[in-house]
């Protein structure tokens, strides 16, 4: 079993920051990459930035410049720096993982997320 935790979520005045944490545990066999969603009531979960094998990222459009995804592997753990926040980045946030997960009988695939850590920008 894989267990994905954020933490790091709050209220932030605009123009502030906030950096978010995920840590991966559990029986992980490899990470091939890892992500941050976000969800607004009513809308689609959207992909906010993404780290592959090998720290390659891409982010999306409403972020890009002021978010930075980066990942500390000995600890399985991503973050999210999240910087010049604005009322329209309010959300919660949730963490992905895609790999494989080591079993007895070999390795499955893996394709887990966390539990979600609500950002509320507002003044």
Known sequence: QVQLVESGGG??????SLRLSCAASGS??????MD??????GKE?????RIVDGDSTNYADSVKGRFTIS????????????NNLKPE?????YC???????????ELPLDAWGQGTLVTVSS
């Open 36 to 41: 941050w969603y976000r969800q607004v009531p």
């Open 89 to 93: 980045d309010t959300a919660v946030y």
């Open 96 to 106: 992905h993982a895609e790999g494989a997960i080591g079993t007895m009988g070999g």
């Open 71 to 82: 990942r500390d592997n000995t600890k399985s753990t991503i973050y999210l720096q999240m």
């Open 11 to 16: 209220l932030v005045q605009p123009g502030g």
């Open 45 to 49: 979960r959207e992909l906010v930035a």
């Open 28 to 33: 992980i066999a490899s990470i091939n990459a």
